[in-house]
């Protein structure tokens, strides 16, 4: 099972799911024992795969760091706080998560694109 630990104390994923934006990027942080490298990426092909056929779902991509280390980073981009919001309340998915390597801990955290003057838009 997977443990779950705020990116962010001061805003977690909790409250991030109450509020109503979008579209928005879910940045999720995996640190895993190395040696449960296929195991993780097993767990976290099945949730991609059951979230790609959910409302809003647009898009995601799992990065590993480089060299030995044990740390991932996926995003995932919705339509909407509400969209994801009713996907990862899901029991569905919620039951996956026991999937997940004893190892495995994630940092889930939500955000919207600003507009930067000269270098990105909105």
């Keep these: 099972m997977v443990k779950f630990e705020p990116l962010d104390p001061k805003f977690p994923i909790e409250q991030q799911l109450g509020l109503d934006t979008g579209p928005v990027v879910l940045v999720n942080l995996f640190t895993i024992d190395p040696a449960d490298h296929d195991a993780l990426i097993e767990a976290w092909k099945g949730d991609a795969l059951w979230m790609k056929k959910q409302p809003g779902y647009i898009s995601t991509q ?48 939500l955000f919207e694109k600003i507009a930067v003057p000269n270098c990105c838009t909105a």
């Design 62 to 109: 799992m990065h590993k760091a480089v060299g030995d280390s044990g740390t991932y980073l996926n995003y995932a981009i919705w339509g909407s706080i509400a969209d994801f919001r009713a996907a990862f309340s899901n029991p569905e998915f919620q039951e996956a998560l026991s999937h997940y390597p004893s190892s495995a801990i994630t940092a889930p955290h």
